[in-house]
């Protein structure tokens, strides 16, 4: 057990960055941990994430105190708990709609007596004989809210107890606005902060993915926890180069 800083700077009620990149690896999670961020999220329901890398990402994570959050593609026990004992520190469960499914969450990722998670200790308990006693402390449990049923069940869903972060996912959420591909459109941009304001209001933890455009008004709504994509850096990065470049040219 290592600390978890993202929870803990959330607990503390400071913001907490997490940084995601196409590139799951560790040399990119050197680079990462280098920079000061405070988690990594490792993508396993939409990139290439494997059982038998988990180990290894997670390992580079708490070289750096970096928190290593993994995404996984459904609400299901048996797969949350195998992506916890594989050792990451924090979860992200897609696609929470309703209040039972939020309470779902919960009991397949955290130990008894706030869940029935399965009884194996996985890399984190080596060499900690109360593994047990204080896992569900340093764990980080996110779901995403990211359909608008989700947003309209929300007031109900943030009854769920030890839940970490509520975080309002824009892309998916547009879809089911009827705004595919279109996350900028003000009907979406104005439910999102709705949400964040609901989340705040509520007392609970809010985050959603970040721009330096975005960055502001998601922090005012109630951000807490600000999700960076590093390859919308280097899109902009090589959009600013091929600019200057053919201004001089």
Known sequence: M??????????AGQMATVLSSHSNSGDTIDLCGSLGLDGFWLEGEHGSVTWDQIGDLSRACDLWGMSSIMRIHENEAGRITRVLDRGVNGIVIPHV???????RVVQ??????????????????????????????????????????????????????????FFVAPSDLAQTMGYIGRSDHPKVQETIDKALQ????????????????????????????????????????????????????
Do not use: C
């Open 2 to 11: 290592r600390g978890n800083r993202v929870k803990e700077k959330l607990e």
């Open 97 to 103: 709609n309703t209040k039972e499914e939020a309470g």
């Open 108 to 165: 397949s990722a955290r130990f008894a007596p706030q869940g029935k998670r399965g009884m194996f200790s996985g890399r984190r308990a080596y060499g900690d004989p109360d593994y047990f006693q204080h896992a569900n402390e340093e764990l980080l449990v996110v779901i995403l809210i990211e359909e608008i049923q989700a947003v309209e069940n929300l007031a109900e869903i943030l009854t769920v107890d030890h839940i970490d972060v």
């Open 198 to 249: 609901q989340i705040t209001a509520a007392g609970r933890t809010a985050g959603t993915l970040v721009t330096d455009d975005i960055l502001e008004r998601r922090v005012n709504a109630g951000a807490r926890m600000l999700f960076y994509s590093m390859d919308s850096w280097i899109r902009d990065g090589a959009k600013r180069l091929q600019e200057q470049v053919a201004a001089l040219s």
